[in-house]
């Protein structure tokens, strides 16, 4: 027994010392890991793996593939990082196969093949039908974070090389995929220079253009695509004539326009858009003395996208039937893809198209009812104001396209916005009980402007009205139609404006304005005493402003109310507002 004490003690120290073996920092089990699976190969033999340190200290040790023990490297990735580790296997060739081990790390079988440090962006841009444009470029941009894309090289003279161009791109680590790019294509066509974004269908067939850089495809050089992208592009043309009846219109300027790919979820790039939320622009030419035009070098495409619209006509698409608005055209309100009412543009080009501008006009009677304001404020109260109804935008957003204090308007079919006593700029002069106003504009940032307030007349704009306004989404269609509109009384605030250095009669704008999309803003003005009063308000929240003046764009500040809830019919008071000077 005593001779066996020791032989227990040994074992015992030796399989402590073991333990401490085992988990030593440097390798310690979990410690380090990796996911690569493919690992490019110089011809030197060397290749590397992505690995991740999860310890408080750096994983280091020894890294090697199984069978050739004799090629052990050192490696050292820093404490809560990744790094690339780099090994070495001369013998890779003969075996794309093999297990890589890392001290700390558990073992990972790669398959290895020859490192690509490049691939190619290629193509060719081809006309189809119609002229031939000359000066064609095409511009290959690569994708950064937050819209901070980078141009970083341009194929020219694409149509002396038999219209094909080229790019070369540098792969990603381990063979893997390049940057995203996109291809910009350029040329002039009619004296026009002209560009658009290539598209594809996600494998590179040509699948049309862009004029918006976010619509454009993604293109990247992949393995799987043996390093090479090929993205062909096609252009060709649309050719017509303008009529009025029977009678060709000839030097009147025709746009051919197209409806986004997809309809963007950015409100930016809705904005970008030459029309709004509906279309952009891709060209434009004036028809010849017989009234024909053509517009070429338009990237081809079977999806129905391009529409046709003479200066001053209606739009015009599938079957040359003619629509009111861009977006009546688009059919965006009915299905989010909607093209049926537009144009596609074969190889062969659109040739043929009549465009009648005299033709395809609704005439629309509007009657207005209800309380019409005072005497003082009726061309205020009784404006009609027609607005195109646009898909996402607000009411006051949409573009105008009659106004006036006329009660008959002429209009292609589609939806629009029929709003009566709702205009937003009223007068920019007015009448003024003072002759110089000079207290109003004091000092040294306001004296030059006193040219504003000369000869009992104001310079500012100046909404003054009774009724709340009204408005009424209608479908035109037809020869002829009615529309009835009823407005009514508004509601008012009223208040008084005091200040310490100027008399309280100085005539002071207040302004209330709504930012609901669907109300205007009114204003008063301050009487001798300070006193005013707000009227013509639709229900809701406003936001009160002294002193507005929207040359300037300038409001002083004050203390007191700063917003208010308004009831259509009932009068509000916001009390005493004290300027500040």
Known sequence: MPFRLPSLAAACLALIGSLFVTIAPAEAAGALSTKTSVVAMTEGGYGAVFA??????????KVWVQGATAQKRSFKVKAKSSGWVTFRNTGWKKQRSAVVRMSGAAPVRVTMQAKVAYGTISGTVARTGGAIASGVKVELWRLGSRNRHVLVSTATDVERNGGRFAFRVRMGANNGPSAGYKLHIVGTSGGERRSWWWRGNGKGAFAGGARDMSAGSAVKVTRALNYRYVANARYSSIKGQVRNGSKAVGGTEVTVVGRPPYWSKSSRVLRDLDFMACASVYGRTRTNSSGRYEVGFLPTSSARVYAVKPAGGLWFGSGDRAWGTCHALVNNRAESRSTGRMLPLPNAGLVNRAHNVGSGRTRVAVVA???Q??????????YLTVREYAKGRSILASDVVRAGSGRTVSLGEGHYWFEMGRRTGCSAWYKSRYKNNDGYFNGLDRSFEKWKAKNYKMYRQHCRAWTAGTYKLVYVKGSSMRVGLKNTKGGSVSGRVTAKKIKPRTELMIRLTSSDGKKVYRTAM????????????ASGRYKVTVNADSWRGISRGFSGKKSVKVTRGKNTSVGTLRFRQ
């Open 526 to 537: 301050t009487d001798g005493g300070g006193r005013f009063k707000v009227t013509g308000l």
């Open 369 to 371: 009812q209800g309380y």
């Open 52 to 61: 991740r340190c999860t310890k408080k200290k750096a994983c280091k040790g």
């Open 373 to 382: 304001g005072k005497k003082s404020s009726a061309k205020v109260d009784r």
